[in-house]
């Protein structure tokens, strides 16, 4: 028997929002029809009618690593300065357990869920302890170990890595929602044998590969210094984009347009975390990134430092202000040349009219609902269509944050959304309660236990490796 859930206001492929009932059945949508006849097809289903609210797939968040919330807030001040991801990461990182690694997965988790998010493609050490973490607190995910070895605190540990991506492929966690991916860390972190393994497995498994591409100028220097070409180069020459069904570059910031274009017509989906590049260096141009895929994610709290990832489409809407205001236009302008005025205006304009789409609102939630859900090739979301994962985001068309929610697509998009979530389904199951959902999560005794747990361990790491990090709070 399944469940039909109703809404006058439902985001069709189409991108309005219309009358409809949605079937849904094992925690998968099973059909979309007419109210009316979803209704005298099952009359003996349960009916959860949500009116004039906006019904939406949840949100996917296309990269992440959850059990960074841990280090929230360590990136302030000075430590910005250097590459952290070796020098303070790793720090942390290093002898990592899979019961300290599920813990602090879950409080990202946590809050992934509270801003409307049902799906997250994670990347980390210890996967099968982030894919526990995921179910316990309702997400579903792709999940894919980390894997390196020439470099990196598990540079020892790519075998285990391995075994991981086998363990995480079963029919158990699909059931779960929880699929597999193959994480090979970054272009020099990875040997060629290393990736030759990574490239069979992907093959054999059908399993999309999930990597940091050109994300920091050390890394373009090691390859560069060790293969004469650059990371997207490099990629290239594993093989791997032949071998996997699909691959996740995720940053790119430091390709350039050869690599673009080498990149072209193939296998690749590009990723971009607009709020982590700021933190970590600076944003990619993803004006060029035209004909190619792209989503975006959130990183990590470490770097973001939130977990919102439909919030992130503001940064990528107003990539036309940002960039002309960067320009050398504009910096002859402020420096007091008048003309560079106009011609940093004229650059704004030039950027909007070569990538119309970063303006388009339902362009921009693509890139956090359905470019995302098509990643895996056995895990359809993002999307209300039938096959796809139950995960669904219902929003309160009365909120003063939509007000007066002429165009609800913009609103959900720009606005400051999250405050106005009524609900969200995964799998098929209401997370939370209706009307008070944020409320309802944070008083939760599975939430207050699974904090406690991490405060105490977040604790005992830090006083091990005596860092000193900001003052955990209490209770
Ligand atoms: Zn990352």
């Known amino acids: 028997m399944p469940t039909i859930v109703l809404s006058n206001r439902v985001l069709t492929a189409a991108g309005v929002f219309a009358p409809a009932a949605l079937v849904i059945e094992g925690g998968v949508i099973t059909d979309i029809l007419p109210q009316d006849v979803a209704r ?94 995921l179910v316990e607190v309702g997400l579903t995910g792709v999940v894919a170990p980390t894997l390196q070895d020439l470099g990196g605190p598990f540079a020892h540990a790519s075998d285990e890595g391995l075994a991981d991506v086998e363990r995480l492929d079963s029919p158990s966690w699909a059931e779960r929602g929880i699929v597999a991916a193959l994480g090979p860390h970054a272009m020099d972190t990875v040997s060629r044998e290393l990736w030759r393994q990574i490239a069979d497995v992907a093959q054999r498994r059908e399993l999309p590969v999930h990597v940091h591409v050109a994300q920091s100028l050390e890394e373009v220097q090691r390859v560069s210094g060790r293969h004469g070409h650059s990371p997207v180069q490099e990629l290239l020459a594993t093989g791997v984009l032949d071998a996997a069904p699909r691959a996740l570059l995720v940053h790119m910031i430091y390709a350039d347009g050869a690599d673009l274009a080498a990149l072209r017509g193939g296998r690749a989906l590009l990723g971009h975390c607009p709020h982590s590049a700021f933190v970590l260096g600076h944003p990619a141009r993803v004006d060029r990134w035209r004909d190619l895929p792209w989503l975006v994610g959130s990183d990590c709290a470490a770097s973001n430092d939130a977990m919102d990832v439909r919030g992130e489409l503001r940064v990528v809407h107003g990539l036309a202000a940002w960039a002309s205001a960067g320009s050398a236009a504009y910096t002859r302008f402020a420096g007091g040349d008048s003309l560079g005025g106009g011609e940093a205006w004229r650059e704004r304009g030039r950027i909007r009219a070569a990538a119309p789409e970063l303006l388009e609102p339902a362009s921009l939630l693509g890139r956090v609902t359905t470019t995302p859900g098509t990643f895996h090739p056995r895990q359809l979301t993002g999307t209300l269509a039938p096959g796809a994962l139950a995960n669904l985001a219902v929003w309160d068309a009365e909120h003063p944050v939509f007000w007066p929610a002429l165009d609800p697509l913009r609103a959900i998009v720009l606005g400051n959304a999250s405050a106005a979530l009524l609900h969200v389904m995964t799998r098929g199951e209401w997370r939370g309660e209706r009307g008070r959902f944020a409320q309802s999560l944070r008083r939760s005794e599975l939430y207050r236990a699974h904090r406690e747990e991490a405060s105490q361990r977040l604790h005992q790491r830090l006083q091990r490796l005596g860092l000193q990090l900001a003052p955990l709070g209490q209770g």
């Open 40 to 133: 005298s097809a099952w009359p003996q289903a349960p009916v959860d009618d949500l009116g004039d609210h906006w019904l939406t797939p949840a949100m996917v968040d296309g990269h992440t690593h959850v059990a960074l919330h841990a280090l929230r807030g360590v990136l302030s001040g000075d430590s910005t300065r250097g590459n952290v991801v070796e020098d303070l990461f790793y720090r942390f990182e290093s002898g990592l357990d899979a019961a300290e690694v599920r813990a602090f997965a879950r409080m990202g988790a946590w809050e992934a869920l509270l801003h409307g998010t049902g799906c997250v493609f994670d990347h980390y050490f210890h996967a099968p302890a982030v894919a526990e973490a």
